[in-house]
T-cell receptor, first 112, second 115 residues
Framework: QKEVEQDPGPLSVPEGAIVSLNCTYS??????FMWYRQYSRKGPELLMY????GNKEDGRFTAQVDKSSKYISLFIRDSQPSDSATYLC????????????FGSGTRLSIRP | DSGVTQTPKHLITATGQRVTLRCSPR?????VYWYQQSLDQGLQFLIQ???????AKGNILERFSAQQFPDLHSELNLSSLELGDSALYFC??????????????FGPGTRLTVL
């Protein structure tokens, strides 16, 4: 079993819809949780960063961490065609930023 | 543009050969990371350097090695290449690579094809 599980999709939704992307993990030592967005033929770029449990909002994006359930989510409101990309969850134990474990990524497509 | 540069963009080579991938970090970043991204394994951390010294190792094969030079650029050397080494190789850099809040910025990647 992988340390981080992520549904690979693809996920296709109409423009304007709310998108929910999720990851589960098994290592309770993970403290820092991230979401990266990767466009085709590009490197990943950091979207959201959260520490421990709770919610964090940035514009149309909201990241949620539920450490008791070992479950993290990324919500995208008012989705746009430009949001079409692969979304990777990532996490790392306390003070070990160098050993980030990535999910396999969910491919998202927003239909105009 | 993340500020991290990688060369070459594409590399096609044969099994058994050796290649070198190059990475220049963002200005001011001391830490460099190498990742391999393949369809079946996803994005996997290989190795991290900080200011010229190896900081952490991930799932890096013995056939692979890396170094970070005094000017902070880094090279990833892949030898005795196998078909399964075909993948995208990303370099990322961050300011210090110490705290969990340190943000990594990824380069555009080098696509390696082993025939």
């Amino acid at each position: 079993q992988k340390e981080v599980e992520q549904d690979p999709g693809p996920l296709s939704v109409p423009e304007g819809a709310i998108v929910s992307l999720n990851c589960t993990y098994s290592n309770s030592a993970f403290q820092y949780f991230m979401w990266y967005r990767q466009y085709s033929r590009k490197g990943p770029e950091l979207l959201m960063y959260t520490y421990s449990s709770g919610n964090k909002e940035d514009g149309r994006f909201t990241a949620q961490v539920d450490k008791s359930s070992k479950y993290i989510s990324l919500f995208i409101r008012d989705s746009q065609p430009s949001d079409s990309a692969t979304y990777l969850c990532a996490m790392t134990p306390y003070s070990s930023a160098s050993k980030i474990i990535f999910g396999s990524g969910t491919r998202l497509s927003i239909r105009p | 543009d993340s500020g991290v540069t990688q060369t070459p963009k594409h590399l096609i080579t044969a099994t058994g050969q050796r290649v070198t991938l190059r990475c220049s970090p963002r200005s001011g970043d001391l830490s460099v990371y190498w990742y391999q991204q393949s369809l079946d394994q996803g994005l996997q951390f290989l190795i991290q350097y900080y200011n010229g010294e190896e900081r952490a190792k991930g799932n890096i094969l013995e056939r692979f090695s890396a170094q970070q030079f005094p000017d902070l650029h880094s090279e990833l050397n892949l030898s005795s290449l196998e078909l399964g080494d075909s993948a995208l190789y990303f370099c990322a850099s961050s300011v210090d690579g110490v705290s969990g809040r340190d943000t990594q910025y990824f380069g555009p990647g080098t696509r390696l094809t082993v025939l």
